[in-house]
Nanobody, 117 residues
């Protein structure tokens, strides 16, 4: 099993930046992929960014050019750098780890991100 602990959420003004962290309880090498998903009130959960063990990266269309996903294998941690934030980025952001073959998924508790002036 993989336990995920998220941190870094908060309130930021439009145009500002935040950095989310997701720490895993075991080596990232044992996980096929890790990603960030978000869900706003009344909306479906959507992909924000995902990175595989082979370093294939996928971004949601709404965040391309503004967000960057990265990882630090020594710290068993993945990050989401969020720049040029917009009010429509307001949501709860969830970290997810995927097993080999995508058979199992492990979710973090979620981090609230609010973009408002």
């Amino acid at each position: 099993q993989v336990q995920l602990v998220e941190s870094g959420g908060g309130l930021v003004q439009p145009g500002g930046s935040l950095r989310l962290s997701c720490a895993a309880s075991r080596s990232i090498f044992s996980i096929n992929a890790m990603g960030w998903y978000r869900q706003a009130p009344g909306k479906e959960r959507e992909l924000v960014a995902r990175i595989t063990s082979g370093d294939t990266i996928t971004y949601g269309d709404s965040v391309k050019g503004r967000f960057t996903i990265s990882r630090d294998n020594a710290k068993n941690t993945v990050y989401l750098q969020m720049n040029s934030l917009k009010p429509e980025d307001t949501a709860v952001y969830y970290c997810r780890a995927d097993s080999i073959g995508n058979m199992y998924h492990y979710w973090g508790q979620g981090a609230q991100v609010t973009v408002s002036s």
